[in-house]
C-alpha cells in the first residue's frame, strides 16, 4: 500500500518538498545543538525544560485523541465514524513519532538514550512514559495499516484486530495519565502538583486533538477528493465543546484552589503568567491570548445555531487550537519552572535555533501524517469509496 | 613472544574488570544501593551536615566554594557574557528569604535577612531526584549519599525538575575549556550530563573530610547521623536547627543552625 504514496499530484508533491525542506533545516539545526550542547537552547538552569518538553506533552494529547473516534465507532457501532477514524489512528501516529523525536532533541546525551531500556527504572515515570508512548504507537500502526489493508481488499479486519483496537482505548488514557505523572508528582512545583493534571490533560487533549481532525479534515476535503461528510464532522465537533468545556472547568478549578487557599506557592506561577512578577511577563500576552480564543471558542462552539455552519465551527476548532497549544505547548511547562525554587525569576523564550529545530520536527511530523493520509486516501479512491454518506 | 588464546582472554578480562572497577571507584567510592534503603538504620552509617551560619562570613563561603569548585572541577561559567543561564555549581550562597522560602517573616531581626546562607545538596533521605531519575545514574547510597555516575546520565533534566532545592546543574556546554585549574585528581564532566555536590565520596574514601567542611574553621560539621555519639548528634541535639523545606517530606540531611538571641542585638 505504501507505493501509493509515490504516485501524486502536484499539490502532493509541493507539500512533501515543503515539508521535507523544513525537517532538513530542523536537522541542520539540530546537528548545530547537537555539537554545541543545549546551550543553544533558551533553556536554563531555572528554567530546565522549555519548548521541546512542553511541544512533546501537547503533542502526547493529540495522539490520545484518537480514542474520541475509536470509541464511537468501535464500542458505540457509531458508523458516521467509519470515513475519519483512519485519520485519527494516523494523526496518532504522527503525533507519538514526534513526541519521541521531541524527547530525542531534548536529551543532553542523546547517544545513551537506550540507557533507558538497559536500566529499566520502574519508579520513574519517564520509564513508563517511554514504554506506553512505544505501545501506543505500535498499536495505531498496526490497527490503521491493518484496517485499512482489509478495506483495500474489501474484506473485513482480521478478527486478531479487535482486541488491539479496545485494548488502544485505555492505552490512549494510559499516555496522557503518565504523562500527566510527569509533572504531577513532583514536590515543590505547585503548579504542576495537583490530582487534577491527568483529567485536565485529558479534557484539553479531547478538545484539541478533534479540533485539529476537524481542521485536517476540511483541508483534506478542499484539496483531494476525499469527504468526511457534514454529520460526522458536526459530531467531532460535539466532541470539542464537551471537552473544551470540561478544560476551562478544570482550569478555574485550578484558580480558585490557588486564590481561595492563598497559598503562595499556588498563586506565583499563575501570577507570573497572567499579570508578571516583578516586571518579568513574557509570557503575559501569549497567556492572555489562550484565554481570549478559548472564551471566544466557547461562544461559538456552544449554541449550536452557530456550531452547525461548518464555516463557524472550522474557526471555532483554529481558536481551540492555538488556546490550548498556548496553555499546554507552552504556559504548563514554563510556568512550573517560574518563580524558581528560590522565589526569584528568571524568565525563558525559546532560541532561533531551538525554534527551527521545533518546526523541524513538527515537520517530519506532518510529512509522516501527509504520507499516511494520502495512502488511505488513494486506497479508497481506488475503491470509490472515498466520499461518506452522511 | 607468544602467548596463546586462553592467556589473552585471561589478559583481556583482568585489564577489562580493571578499567570498569578503577573508574567506578572513581565515581562512586562507596557501596551503591538504588532502590530507596529509608530512615535511619539503627547501626551503620547515615551521613549529615551540620552548618553554623553564625561563625560563617562571606569571606569563608568564598573561600569554601572555591576550595569545593577547584577540586571537583566545576567551571566556572558565571563571567561568560554576564550570564547565569548556564551555571554550574555545588555550593553557594543566597539570602534568608530565599533558602528559607516557607519561613519568611517580616520582623526578622535585620541581621538576619541580610546574612547569607550556604545552599548545596541536601542529601535527601527521600531523594526525588533518585525517584524520578529514568537510569539510575543518580542514587542513594547504602550511607545517604545521594551520587551519580555521569557516564549512565542521557541528560534529561528529570531531577532538575524534580529536586525542590535547585541544587542541580546541568552542563549546557562543555565545560572543560571553563575549568580554571583541572585537578587531575578528580574526573571532569562531559557537555549534556547533570552534577551535583556529593558530599564527596572520593576524599571520605581516603580518611579526609569533604573540601568544604575542611576549609569551614569548624563551622561544617559532618558526621554520622546513625550514631547517637557523633559530633554531629551532640550539636544536633544542643541545638536549634533548621531544614530547607520540611514539608514537602524529602527529609534533607543538612542542617542550618541559624542561632536567633545573636541577630536581635
Known amino acids: 500500500m505504501l507505493d501509493k504514496a509515490l504516485h501524486g499530484g502536484k499539490t502532493y508533491w509541493t507539500l512533501i518538498i515543503v515539508l521535507a525542506s523544513i525537517a532538513g533545516a530542523g536537522t541542520l539545526a539540530y546537528l548545530y545543538q547537537f555539537n554545541n550542547g543545549l546551550g543553544v537552547t533558551g533553556m536554563s538552569r531555572d528554567v530546565s525544560w ?34 475519519i477514524v483512519i485519520l485519527g489512528e494516523f494523526l496518532a501516529v504522527a503525533s507519538v513519532t514526534m513526541c519521541m523525536l521531541f524527547i530525542f532533541v531534548d536529551m543532553g546525551q542523546p547517544m545513551r538514550i537506550l540507557n533507558v531500556i538497559l536500566h529499566p527504572t520502574p519508579n520513574s515515570i519517564l520509564f513508563w512514559d517511554a514504554t506506553v508512548l512505544n505501545g501506543y504507537l505500535f ?11 482489509a478495506e483495500k481488499k474489501q474484506a473485513p479486519p482480521p478478527s486478531w484486530v479487535k482486541p488491539l483496537i479496545y485494548l488502544s482505548i485505555p492505552w490512549a488514557v494510559s499516555i496522557h495519565t503518565v504523562t500527566a505523572f510527569l509533572y504531577a508528582g513532583i514536590p515543590g512545583r505547585h503548579f504542576w502538583l495537583t490530582a487534577i493534571m491527568a483529567a485536565r490533560f ?18 483534506l476535503r478542499k484539496y483531494t477528493k476525499f469527504d468526511p461528510g457534514r ?34 506557592g499556588h498563586m506565583h506561577s499563575f501570577e507570573y503568567l497572567f499579570v508578571g512578577i516583578e516586571g518579568h511577563g513574557k509570557l503575559v500576552p501569549l497567556m492572555w491570548i489562550s484565554v481570549i480564543f478559548a472564551v471566544i471558542s466557547l461562544i461559538m462552539l456552544i449554541p449550536p445555531k452557530i456550531r452547525n455552519k461548518e464555516s463557524n465551527l472550522i474557526k471555532a476548532c483554529v481558536l481551540v487550537f492555538i488556546s490550548l497549544w498556548i496553555d499546554k505547548g507552552f504556559g504548563l511547562v514554563i510556568g512550573g519552572f517560574v518563580p524558581n525554587h528560590f522565589g526569584t525569576v528568571t524568565e525563558y523564550w525559546p532560541t532561533l535555533i531551538e525554534t527551527v529545530i521545533t518546526l523541524g520536527v513538527w515537520a517530519i511530523g506532518f510529512l509522516t501524517l501527509t504520507i499516511l493520509y494520502k495512502v488511505a486516501i488513494s486506497v479508497r479512491e481506488e475503491l470509490g469509496t472515498v466520499k461518506s454518506e452522511y | 613472544m607468544s602467548i596463546n588464546r586462553r592467556k589473552f582472554l585471561k589478559i583481556a578480562g583482568l585489564t577489562g574488570l580493571g578499567l570498569s572497577l578503577s573508574a567506578r571507584d572513581f565515581i562512586l567510592m562507596s557501596p551503591a544501593e538504588a532502590s530507596g534503603g529509608h530512615s535511619l538504620p539503627s547501626s551503620g552509617e547515615r551521613l549529615g551536615m551540620a552548618i553554623d551560619v553564625r561563625k560563617l562570613t562571606d569571606a569563608d563561603y568564598a573561600r569554601i566554594a572555591d576550595a ?71 542514587f542513594r547510597a547504602k550511607n545517604g549519599m545521594i ?43 562531559t557537555i549534556g550530563v547533570v552534577e551535583k555536590c556529593t558530599f564527596c565520596p572520593e576524599r571520605l574514601a581516603r580518611g579526609q573530610q569533604p573540601a568544604c567542611v575542611e576549609v569551614s574553621n569548624g563551622a561544617m560539621i559532618f558526621g ?36 536567633g538571641e545573636d541577630y536581635a542585638g
Open chain 1, 202 to 219: 485529558l479534557a484539553s487533549a479531547f478538545a484539541g486533538g478533534p479540533a485539529l481532525l476537524i481542521i485536517l479534515a476540511l483541508i
Open chain 1, 139 to 149: 498499536l495505531n500502526i498496526v490497527i490503521g495499516w491493518t484496517t485499512l489493508h
Open chain 2, 147 to 189: 551520587v551519580q555516575d555521569p557516564h549512565r546520565c542521557i541528560g534529561c533534566r528529570f531531577c532538575m525538575a524534580g529536586c525542590p532545592y535547585g541544587s542541580r546543574s546541568f552542563n549546557w556546554v562543555d565545560p572543560r575549556p571553563y575549568i580554571p585549574k583541572r585537578n587531575p585528581d578528580f574526573p571532569t564532566r
Open chain 1, 50 to 83: 522549555g519548548f521541546y518538553i512542553s511541544q512533546f506533552t501537547f503533542l502526547v494529547g493529540v495522539a490520545a485523541s484518537a480514542v474520541m473516534l475509536v470509541i464511537p465507532y468501535y464500542l458505540h457501532d457509531y458508523k458516521k465514524f467509519g470515513k
Open chain 2, 68 to 138: 569545593c569548585h577547584t577540586v571537583h572541577n566545576v567551571p566556572t561559567l558565571i563571567p561568560e557574557k554576564n550570564n547565569v543561564k548556564n551555571e554550574v555549581k555545588w555550593i553557594w550562597t543566597d539570602t534568608y528569604n530565599h533558602t528559607f522560602p516557607e519561613q519568611i517573616n517580616d520582623y526578622h531581626p535585620e541581621a538576619l535577612r541580610n546574612k547569607t546562607f550556604p545552599l548545596l545538596c541536601n542529601h535527601c533521605d527521600k531523594p526525588p531526584c533518585v525517584r524520578v531519575c529514568p537510569t539510575k545514574a543518580t
Open chain 2, 224 to 259: 554520622n547521623l546513625a550514631d547517637s555519639h557523633s559530633e554531629i548528634r551532640n550539636i544536633l541535639s544542643t541545638h536549634f536547627t533548621l531544614r530547607r523545606k520540611p514539608t514537602l517530606g524529602t527529609m534533607p540531611s543538612v542542617f542550618y543552625i541559624i542561632g
Open chain 1, 231 to 264: 454529520e460526522p464532522i458536526q459530531a467531532v465537533g460535539k466532541i470539542v465543546t464537551y471537552a473544551m468545556c470540561a478544560n476551562v472547568f478544570f482550569i478555574l478549578l485550578e484558580v480558585f484552589t490557588a486564590f481561595y487557599s492563598n497559598i503562595p
